[in-house]
């Protein structure tokens, strides 16, 4: 089975910073997503980030990016520019192509953002 | 489009008692899945459907079921409500090729 792990509880940047969100995973296959998905207080969850592994290019959206490490198993996420709009839980999530695409997504246990004025 | 919805927002229920969590998207997906996040952790898929008919269970889906008669409703049925069930319950869904699931609102439930 599919696992992501987040290893940092909780981060704290001030505006106007950048800073990194970290996610390991593992697995098995060879093709699959990974996805940053952001819930604010409202809990909505809110796709910010997707990257395909095929790719080697790394997804950027803005002032988010990744840094994806397929041999690492990595996929951080670096917020730009950090608003106060951005003050969130952060979730990673993979999802794998065994299911013929309809397989689910695994979360990671996320990340809180913080940001500072 | 309204996208992906849910009823009731919240809802709490008594040890035992049943209910029906509703689910309903308008984009004509033909994937839906039911997950759970309890507090301080990730969601977990608790069962989803590929179309109407077709339901498979996920990771967590013990003291649930579910049922797909139309290609819009996604219905999920707790029996004999425990505490261990009380959890913010997602609904999403996602074209079939496509890689992004949409969420809805979430359904707080509380079993006492």
């Known amino acids: 089975a599919q696992t992501v792990t987040q290893s940092q509880p909780e981060m704290s940047v001030q505006e106007a910073e950048t800073v990194t969100l970290s996610c390991t995973y593992d697995?098995?296959?060879?093709?699959?997503?990974l996805f940053w998905y952001k819930q604010p207080p409202s809990r909505q969850m809110i796709l910010v980030i997707r990257q395909e592994a095929y790719k080697q290019q790394n997804a950027t959206e803005n002032r988010f990016s990744v840094n994806f490490q397929k041999a690492a198993k990595s996929f951080s996420l670096k917020i730009s520019d950090s608003q106060l709009g951005d003050a969130a839980m952060y979730f990673c999530?993979?999802?794998?192509?065994?299911?013929?695409?309809?397989?689910?997504?695994?979360f990671g246990k996320g990340t809180h953002l913080i940001i500072q004025p | 489009n309204a996208g992906v919805t849910q009823t009731p927002k919240f809802r709490i229920l008594k040890i035992g008692q049943s209910m029906t969590l509703q689910c309903a998207q308008d984009?004509?997906?033909?994937?839906m899945y039911w997950y759970r996040q309890d507090p301080g952790m990730g969601l977990k898929l608790i069962y989803y459907?590929?179309?109407?008919?077709?339901?498979d269970k996920g990771e967590v889906p013990n003291g649930y079921n579910v049922s797909r008669s139309t290609t819009e409703d996604f219905p999920l049925r707790l029996e004999l409500a425990a505490p261990s069930q009380t959890s913010v319950y997602f609904c999403?869904?996602?074209?079939?090729?496509?890689?992004?699931?949409?969420f809805g609102p979430g359904t707080r439930l509380t079993v006492l």
């Open positions: 697995t098995s296959e060879s093709d699959y997503y």
């Open positions: 984009m004509n997906h033909n994937y």
């Open positions: 459907s590929v179309g109407a008919g077709i339901t």
């Open positions: 999403a869904s996602k074209v079939a090729g496509g890689s992004e699931q949409f």
């Open positions: 999530a993979y999802r794998g192509l065994t299911g013929g695409g309809a397989d689910g997504l695994t």
